[in-house]
């Protein structure tokens, strides 16, 4: 075996080695970056809110009161059911 097969060999299996490695990083940052399989949270937080609707902290207050939006309280965190907005959302479409 001449020394750029060896090289080679050695390339190859440094790779069957690492492959298994980069596809593992690449399923752990598709599920960081919400990317994976369309996640979709069963609850939103107020900095969900937020972020996603750009809802001001007063606003979610006011609807919250009202009874737009509807909440659950775990303590002192407000949580949003994700499929309630949605359907909000869908009936105030058209």
């Known amino acids: ?10 390339v190859m299996r440094v790779k069957q ?17 919400g990317q ?8 939103y937080r107020n900095e969900d ?3 996603i609707f750009g ?3 007063n606003t979610i207050i006011k609807y919250r ?3 737009i939006l509807p ?3 775990l303590g002192d965190i407000f949580l949003y059911d994700a499929a ?3 359907k909000i959302l869908h009936e105030n479409n058209g």
Do not use: A, C, N
């Open 84 to 86: 309630k907005i949605d």
């Open 17 to 33: 080695l690492i492959e298994p490695v980069l596809v593992r990083l690449e399923t752990i940052d598709s599920k960081i970056s």
């Open 65 to 67: 009161q009202t009874g």
């Open 1 to 10: 075996m001449t020394k750029k097969e060896r090289k080679l060999s050695f």
């Open 71 to 73: 909440f659950t309280k």
């Open 36 to 43: 994976g399989k369309g996640v979709i949270p069963v609850y």
């Open 49 to 51: 809110l937020k972020k």
């Open 55 to 57: 809802l001001s902290s």
